[in-house]
């Protein structure tokens, strides 16, 4: 396993920035999303309740996706 050190402003919530980056690399396929929770320190529940909020879709597809299915 790797480590990576950031230096943050102490204003910033360190949880959110694991969660936006645990997200990404969960929404591009680089994390699974047991390994993305783990990064946070969250449950594996937890990540997939709560991945949405940062704009990734535990299903694949984007919006933009679901309605150019609809639309068709």
Known sequence: ????????P????EK????LLAAQLFDKGILSSGQAADLVGITKKEFV????KYG???????VEDIDDIINE
């Open 49 to 52: 309740e709560s991945v949405g």
């Open 1 to 8: 396993m790797k480590t990576l050190t950031i230096n943050l």
């Open 56 to 62: 990734v879709s535990i299903f694949g597809e984007t």
């Open 10 to 13: 102490d204003t910033v919530d």
């Open 16 to 19: 959110d920035v694991r969660m």
